[in-house]
């Protein structure tokens, strides 16, 4: 266990940790596209593993899968065949004018903007590559949860699986920082075969509902649904045909925007 990014840089054990047999991410995504009358072209930026790429590549939409991790990059091509893969980062991009007819960001992805430089450029640079009318599905958590509940520093949480023989262990700590308006992740990992801990950090920002649903319109969109459940993350989970809950205080939240024409 050299690897200091252990989960992004060995994506096999990021989906053992995080599997989603059921293609509920990928699902959601679908049925948020087909709902509102998406177009075939779909960016799945954040992509990942492949997984909700490959998925929605299933059900005969045209998919181009982006990440700045090029082990996730490799391991998609490879176990997730049919979308195309290339290297972006999230942050601000430029895949082509109007090339797509939907951008998906899933998992929390989108809050890896930390500054509202970067969320702007992030908006920004979808909006540029949505056609008029496009649409943008994004999956994350709730800021306004978490800034609610700051006994959440003080609930280390323990996880173990196993993969191929070695079980790998993690204890995660969260810290709010109110100020900064950011999540703080740190998680140790240790396994049985001997190998050192690797520790690992990082860290979320922490939007507000409001905020992202004005930064969003801001940024030449207009918000069709923002709501904290049911989704791909939640519990319960999401089921074909459920109905958002129309509350946004859960520790999710889903936002579908789309692309507004230019004023004249």
């Known amino acids: 266990m050299k690897d200091r990014n252990l989960l992004t840089d060995n994506p096999a054990l990021y989906e053992a940790r995080f599997p989603d047999t059921e293609r509920l991410a990928g699902r959601w995504a679908e049925e948020c596209l087909r709902t509102h009358g998406s177009g075939p072209r779909v960016l799945d930026l954040g992509c990942?593993?492949?997984?909700?790429?490959?998925?929605?590549?299933?059900?005969?939409?045209?998919?181009?899968?982006?990440?700045?991790?090029?082990?996730?990059?490799?391991?998609?091509?490879?176990?997730h065949p049919g979308p195309r893969y290339l290297p972006a980062d999230l942050r601000r991009f430029d895949l082509g004018a109007g090339s797509f007819d939907a951008v998906v960001c899933l998992d929390s992805?989108?809050?890896?903007?930390?500054?509202?430089?970067?969320?702007?450029?992030?908006?920004?640079?979808?909006?540029?590559?949505?056609?008029?009318?496009?649409?943008?599905?994004?999956?994350?958590?709730?800021?306004?949860?978490?800034?609610?509940?700051?006994?959440?520093?003080?609930?280390?949480?323990?996880?173990?699986?196993?993969?191929?023989?070695v079980t790998y262990r993690s204890v995660t700590r969260l810290r709010v920082d109110a100020a900064a308006r950011l999540l703080h992740r740190t998680r140790t990992w240790t396994t049985d075969d001997g190998s050192p801990p690797v520790p690992q950090r990082s860290a979320?920002?922490?939007?507000?509902?409001?905020?992202?649903?004005?930064?969003?319109?801001?940024?030449?969109?207009?918000?069709?649904?923002?709501?904290?459940?049911?989704?791909?993350?939640?519990?319960?989970?999401?089921?074909?045909?459920?109905?958002?809950?129309?509350?946004t205080t859960g520790d999710r939240l889903h936002l579908i925007a789309r692309r507004t024409a230019p004023h004249a």
């Open 48 to 79: 990942g593993t492949g997984r909700d790429a490959a998925h929605l590549h299933a059900m005969g939409r045209t998919v181009t899968g982006a990440d700045l991790a090029e082990a996730m990059l490799r391991h998609a091509a490879r176990h």
């Open 109 to 165: 992805a989108l809050l890896y903007c930390r500054t509202d430089a970067e969320l702007h450029g992030f908006l920004a640079s979808c909006r540029r590559a949505l056609a008029p009318g496009g649409l943008l599905v994004a999956e994350m958590r709730n800021g306004a949860y978490f800034l609610g509940h700051a006994h959440l520093d003080n609930a280390p949480a323990a996880h173990a699986f196993t993969h191929e023989g």
């Open 204 to 247: 979320w920002r922490l939007l507000l509902p409001e905020e992202l649903r004005r930064t969003v319109t801001g940024a030449g969109f207009e918000v069709l649904a923002l709501h904290d459940g049911p989704g791909p993350r939640t519990e319960p989970a999401w089921r074909e045909g459920a109905a958002p809950a129309g509350t």
